[in-house]
């Protein structure tokens, strides 16, 4: 492994979802955070935006998503706004300014002063003979083309192997590169390869959960995670608006559209415990746009998982309380609370509120935690009757409900990613690209619409019952 002095970083599909939520972050992140960022990478990113024929190059700057949501905020349901612009992380007064000296360059300058410096360079839609590729340390390609199948032969994802210098991380699943490992922040350690891969936003959610049901459950009863066995299960999410859907849901507001998913399989390549294959899914998309007084914001997604889950008899007993308690300390842990987020248990002290209290896909836009639950009446046990003996063992089995959980699959799935992208840049690299990146510490709530003004108008008497703070502060 070849230490570095910088790492030059490259960025394609900048402009998309996860590609500009990865430039909010920088920009909402810690201020010495971000110097760090600047001076692991050399001070200048590389976008590898798609060539437009027939334009010079600052006009083809000038169509290109990234630059107009920068400069142009339009409209959410055309794609062309970020979900987080209403967190100002951007000048106010902004202007993007063009570099005099450096075609390309791009000049982006946050509220607080910070400098992020873009170089823009448009390529053709091909993986082949890049000569920008070639002098990369390291691509995060945010684009998602040909990680299911491949269409062009020459945007085949294993072409990126041809530039021997280079480490390239998806911010997707990825089924065309055979035995391309997948990372999923603090749920497994696979080692990095020259092309790596990561769980989508509902996997990171979905396995987070899981994982910090089973740490409860073992810790517990004084007994291994993998003695906690998954019988099966169902994992069903309602997920908020993403751009490929606006072409069936733009037609119509109200609308949901019910979809296949796979997360039993996929959480069983990013988490492979016995028998995770046998979760079932079932999810749809819900009009998430949401707009008050002028500001527009995406909701969250939200889901509820049932498990069924088996222990040996005579270890203890599997109660709520049990994985309740478990959780919260989690929430309340270093590690942890980038995982789990807990609710102030006062926003569910309304009147007539049948217990559901505050909790909307709007008031958790913008929280970083990668899933987030009330703990309280949302978790439910029932043993079941009788016992079932699995290689000689007898065991007891259980059905674990966890209702109501929420998860931004844009802010909280990148954070999560970008810390995957570190301890692949510090292994195959020698450094991390963001130095000591902790997403709960330097991101935090800088992008929560609660903290907007209209956020705090909507969610007045939450925020007046929890102290400002509708997530609870961890213990430490």
Known sequence: MQVRSSIKVGIRGIGGEIGFTAVETLMAMRRRTFEGFKT????????????????????????????QKLTYPGSLRQNTKSSYWYAGVFKPEFKVEFDRAVKGRLHIFGRDGRELVVDMVPVPDTNLN??????????????????????NKDQDP?????????????????????????????????EPAQLNATGSCSTHAGVDLIHFIRASIA???????????????????????TPSDNKVLGYYQGAYLPQTTGFGSAASVVYPVPHIGNMQAATGRYYSYFEHKGIEANGVSIYSLSM??????????????????GLFD???????????????????????????????????TGM??????????????????GTKVADGVEQEVYIVTVKNVAYDNRLGFTVDWLEEVNRIASKRLGGEIIPGFDHSVD?????AFINTSVGKELFSKALELTGGELLMVPKN
């Open 158 to 190: 294993n072409l990126y192997a041809e530039y021997p210098k280079l480490t390239t991380v998806f911010s997707a699943p990825v089924k065309t590169v055979p035995k391309i490992p997948h990372h999923l922040n603090g749920m497994n350690s696979v």
């Open 330 to 364: 989690a929430a309340s842990d270093r590690e942890g609370r980038k995982h789990i987020g807990v609710l102030n248990s006062d926003v569910f002290k309304l009147k007539d509120n049948k217990k559901t209290g505050i909790f909307t896909g709007i008031s958790l």
């Open 130 to 151: 890049l000569d920008p590729l070639a002098k990369l340390d390291l691509l995060l390609d945010v684009t998602g083309v040909g990680l299911k199948k491949i269409d």
């Open 443 to 447: 991101v935090g709530a800088s992008l």
């Open 219 to 241: 810790d517990r009863l004084n007994i291994r995670p993998q003695e906690v066995i998954i019988e099966g299960g169902l994992f069903d999410a309602t997920h908020s608006l």
């Open 368 to 385: 970083t935690p990668t899933t987030i639950l009330p703990l309280g009446e949302n978790i439910e046990v029932v043993r079941l009757a």
């Open 40 to 67: 692991a990478t050399g001070g200048v990113v590389t976008a590898l935006i798609r060539k437009q024929s027939a334009r010079d190059l600052e006009n083809n700057i000038g169509v290109d998503r990234f630059f």
């Open 308 to 325: 069924t889950i088996s222990v040996k008899k005579g270890e203890g007993e599997v109660t709520a309380e049990l994985i309740r308690n």
